[in-house]
């Protein structure tokens, strides 16, 4: 049996930029939730979008802290704020959805059309969206025990999504089978959210500008992850290498 190479960081990242602009459309479903942030911006409505995601302020306090923060903000937040936050999860969801099966028809060397994708994908859909929206619950409630509480839905279910739609699992065999996939590489991923996480955190202080990096930058995230996810999930011994041999 042949072993089977992992690719490095560099060559994930690599591979996603080539795919990426060999396939600019990847990104075009991108737009939907970016003009619903946009529109509730200029409206007045808090966008709740960047809320426990590029901000590091809640992760500094106690879980009892964080627990009155969390209460306070959902408070506050009038019945405009949380439409326009599920509605842009619902919408990113979609997107993220799409964005895996472009990534992976272009990673076989098809190009697959937006409206392709969403007929590939509109079975498997509505599941894909409560996976989704049951993952960002488990992060904010993750942040009661700071980034601990954090590491399993962001780092070991990360491949939950690839898994669903490419695979076509439930709910439960594709966080299972995320888990498996994953905790062989959550040094790796750990690494790529922070890089991600950074970025986000900086352009979020830029009104506007930070509503389109954001959402592109998910969709990009989307297509690292599926490369990696590709490459985690081949069967076969892999072969890990070493630093000399990552020279």
Do not use: H
């Not at 098809?110 to 409206?115: A, D, E, N, S």
């Amino acid at each position: 049996m042949s072993v089977v190479t992992e690719l490095k960081i560099s060559e994930i990242l690599s591979k996603s930029v080539d795919v990426v602009t060999g396939q600019p459309e990847i990104l075009l479903p991108y737009l939907a939730p970016i003009v619903v942030s946009l529109i509730a911006t200029w409206g007045g409505v808090t966008s709740m979008l960047g809320w426990g995601v590029g901000r590091f302020y809640p992760l500094g306090r106690t879980p009892l802290r964080y627990f009155w923060y969390l209460i306070t903000s959902l408070r506050t937040a009038g019945a405009g704020d949380l439409a326009v936050w599920i509605a842009v999860l619902i919408l990113l969801a979609i997107c993220v959805a799409l964005t895996i099966v472009m990534s992976d028809a272009r990673l076989s060397g098809r190009t697959m059309k937006v409206g392709e994708a969403f007929d590939a994908t509109l079975k498997m859909l509505p599941l894909f969206i409560i996976a989704f929206l049951i993952s960002w619950l488990l992060k904010f409630c993750g942040l009661f025990v700071f980034w601990v509480g954090l590491f399993v839905p962001s780092v070991l279910l990360i491949f939950a999504g690839q898994v669903m739609i490419l695979e076509k699992k439930d709910i439960f065999d594709s966080f299972s089978r995320s888990y498996d996939i994953a905790k062989g590489s959550w040094v790796e991923i750990l690494l790529l959210l922070f890089v991600f996480l950074i970025i986000l955190v900086l352009v979020r202080t830029v009104p506007l500008v930070g509503i389109l990096v954001a959402c592109l930058l998910m969709g990009y995230s989307t297509v690292v992850f599926t490369v990696m996810y590709r490459d985690r999930s081949r069967v076969g011994p892999v072969k890990r290498r070493t630093p000399s041999e990552g020279q």
